[in-house]
């Protein structure tokens, strides 16, 4: 049983900043990709970031600049660091990777919701 488990989310005043966490556990071999979505209220859920095994990244349109995505391969591990944070980017935050338990599959987080408000 594999498991990915986000957390860092919460309350930030618009302007601030937030680093989020998700870490992978279980029996697992190999991570692939690892990845941050998000929905927000009204839309589609959204990829924000993705980072692959060797570090290469990609971002979405409206995060470029802002979001940086990195990941600690000894500690199964990626995270999502937000700044300059504003109300459009309240939403819940899923973190989503490539395992390998003997098979590769693709795997979702429980979500973590963060909330841009002043």
């Known amino acids: 049983q594999v498991q990915l488990v986000e957390s860092g989310g919460g309350l930030v005043q618009p302007g601030g900043s937030l680093r989020l966490s998700c870490a992978a556990s279980?029996?697992?071999?190999?991570?692939?990709?690892m990845r941050w979505y998000r929905r927000v209220p009204g839309k589609e859920r959204e990829l924000v970031a993705s980072?692959?095994?060797?570090?290469?990244?990609n971002y979405a349109d409206s995060v470029k600049g802002r979001f940086t995505i990195s990941r600690d391969n000894a500690k199964n591990t990626v995270y999502l660091q937000m700044n300059t944070l504003s109300p459009e980017d309240t939403g819940v935050y899923y973190c989503?990777?490539?395992?390998?338990?003997?098979?590769?599959?693709?795997?979702w987080g429980q979500g973590t919701q963060v909330t841009v408000s002043s």
């Open positions: 980072i692959t095994n060797t570090g290469r990244t």
């Open positions: 279980g029996s697992i071999f190999s991570i692939g990709a």
């Open positions: 989503n990777a490539d395992l390998y338990t003997g098979t590769w599959s693709n795997n």
